[in-house]
């Protein structure tokens, strides 16, 4: 199929973040971001965007960067327009505007993918190539895996959530990772990120909470506290607190 020609009438989140024109930015390929040298340099580009900031912290948030990227490029466009993205193809690149994750270049052809086809390029872009990426980037920039994986999660749900408006209903597709294992079957996935009752009814029912947080506070160590409206430390605030801050994120 013509990528290029179903883009034009996907929803905007797609056209965002999947480009068939390479245009000024520089692109790495995919392959090459499972390669601790490679993701050292990415990180050290990277940096300055955060002065003295400790490497876990930078690499958590440099992961967050490409993970909304590659993540709505796989599975919003298998689930969107019925095309495979491979992640793993030579020909697929990470595109970065002055060092920052900016989008996913691939070839304007691909192959189209049918609903039964899912399970299986999920499978894919998860052991292919989101295993061999977070292990490197782990040493990269010296960071846990399961903070890493969090982040993983973080972002699935964040497809059949924020982009509800957008994507078509797919909750098979969302509930895929509900049995998935990484690492050899050590790690569970779904663990990482539960929901739980919302504290208030002007708030969405349910409020997710990470497992661990993504050390993104610590990225801005002046003014007040920038937490996430998952954040296990955000849960450990007062109550009015809490709602206070979910509701400048949820109503603003």
């Known amino acids: 199929m013509n990528l290029d020609l179903a883009l034009q009438s996907a929803p905007a989140p797609l056209r965002q973040v999947l480009r068939v024109v390479r245009g000024d930015c520089r692109g790495v390929p995919l ?18 965007r955060y002065p003295d900031a400790k490497p876990a912290a930078i690499a958590s948030q440099w992961s967050m960067d490409y993970l909304c990227l590659i993540m709505p490029a796989v599975v919003g466009a298998a689930l969107e327009l019925g ?5 793993t193809q030579a020909a697929a690149e990470l595109l970065l505007d002055q060092a920052m994750p900016s989008a996913i270049f691939v070839d304007a052809s691909c192959r189209p ?11 894919h872009l998860f052991t292919e190539h989101l295993e061999p990426f977070v292990a490197a980037l782990a040493m990269a920039g010296k960071v846990s895996p399961k903070l890493l994986w969090t982040n993983v999660v973080v972002v ?45 009814a002007d708030l969405p029912q349910e409020i997710p909470v990470r497992k661990q ?19 296990p430390k955000l849960r450990r605030q007062p109550l009015e607190e809490q709602l206070r801050y979910l509701r400048s994120v949820y109503t603003s």
């Open 31 to 48: 392959r090459r971001l499972t390669e601790v040298s490679v993701l050292r340099q990415l990180l050290d580009d990277y940096a300055p």
């Open 83 to 87: 095309a495979e993205i491979d992640a």
């Open 113 to 123: 993918l049918s609903p039964s086809e899912h399970s299986a390029l999920f499978s």
């Open 156 to 200: 699935w749900d964040g497809l059949f959530t924020r982009l509800e408006g957008s994507l078509r209903p797919a909750s098979a597709a969302h509930g895929w990772l509900k049995t998935r294992t990484v690492q050899a079957g050590q790690r569970a996935l779904r663990p990482l990120q539960q929901w739980e009752p919302s504290p208030a």
């Open 213 to 231: 947080c993504c050390l993104h506070y610590r990225l801005h160590k002046d003014g007040p506290p920038v937490w996430c409206e998952s954040c």
